[in-house]
């Protein structure tokens, strides 16, 4: 019996996929492969390669000392050369049969609309494409597709874990839900975990939101509305769902926080985590 792992997209919420490894790490669970979207790939490729979770706190703490998320400072292409830079001691020269846990990639093929899963040939590429979140950074031609993050569909492949071959899924969840958001909270704000309520106007009353405000909680009434019938449609084994409503997709200000968020969740569901490895 195999046990996938699946790690979902969300920005500097899924430092909280570390915390969660520290746990199934320190209590021997074991992944046979892993899924991962967006941060949840970049987690998931650089756990594959060896890296601990003491490490990958440490690799994602350059993140925080640099200005990759600067979306004033940078261009989306030059964002994206800084990633591939930061990226590039870990990953250049890799490939997916250099991975100690086959791996698999989930981005959005932006012709047709439809996922892709990236699991042979260099990682580099791969990794950048499951990322390439639309504004940050520019999607990437990768075998003739132009390849964004795979959260543009949804967040959390439960549906790639069963086609990979996993019998039981164990899925980590960092996309927050609707109920718990401020209800016309603005773009912004909402991104980077900074209230700020004089970039887009105020909102005085919570039955007249601006424009953008409402938008944005169009999207994410879209987005949240598919992710729940995806969920539905492939439910995991084990859903972890880490408390880390309160920080924005680019907020890397508190990681340790994110970190711990992680280990919190997956010691709430530890009887449920040792009974599916004893399970085996």
Request: charged letters at 20%; a negative charge; proline letters at 6%.
């Amino acid at each position: 019996m195999k046990i996938g792992l699946v790690l979902g997209g969300g920005g500097s919420r899924g430092i909280a996929h570390i915390g969660v490894l520290q746990v199934l790490v320190r209590e021997g669970i074991p992944i046979d492969l892993i899924i991962g979207t967006s941060m949840g790939g970049i987690v998931g490729v650089l756990f594959a390669l060896g890296f601990s979770p003491h490490q990958l706190t440490e690799q994602m703490s350059v993140l925080q000392r640099t200005s990759l998320f600067n979306l004033k400072q940078w261009s989306a292409r030059s964002r994206q050369r800084m990633l591939r830079s930061l990226l590039a001691e870990p990953l250049n020269a890799k490939t997916f049969a250099d991975l100690h846990i086959p791996t698999t990639l989930v981005a959005v093929d932006l012709h047709h609309g439809v996922e892709v899963a990236l699991n042979h040939g260099p990682l580099m590429p791969a990794v950048l494409a499951t990322s390439a979140v639309p504004a940050v950074f520019p999607p990437v031609e990768l075998e003739g597709m132009q390849l964004a993050d795979g959260g543009v569909i949804d967040s959390l492949a439960t549906r790639a874990a069963a086609e990979c071959g996993a019998d039981k899924v164990i899925a980590v969840d960092i996309e927050p839900s609707l109920e718990k958001e401020n209800l016309w909270v603005d773009p912004v704000s909402a991104i980077t975990g900074i209230q700020l309520p004089f970039v887009f106007g105020t909102n005085e009353s919570p039955r007249s939101p601006n424009a953008l405000a409402a938008m944005w909680r169009a999207w994410r009434v879209m987005a949240w509305h598919i992710h729940q019938e995806r969920l539905a449609a492939h439910p995991p084994d084990i859903l972890l769902r880490p408390r880390v409503e309160r920080y924005g997709s680019l907020d890397f200000k508190e990681l340790q926080g994110l970190v711990l968020a992680g280990v919190a969740e997956a010691e709430r569901h530890l009887t449920e985590l040792k009974a599916l490895a004893n399970a085996i």
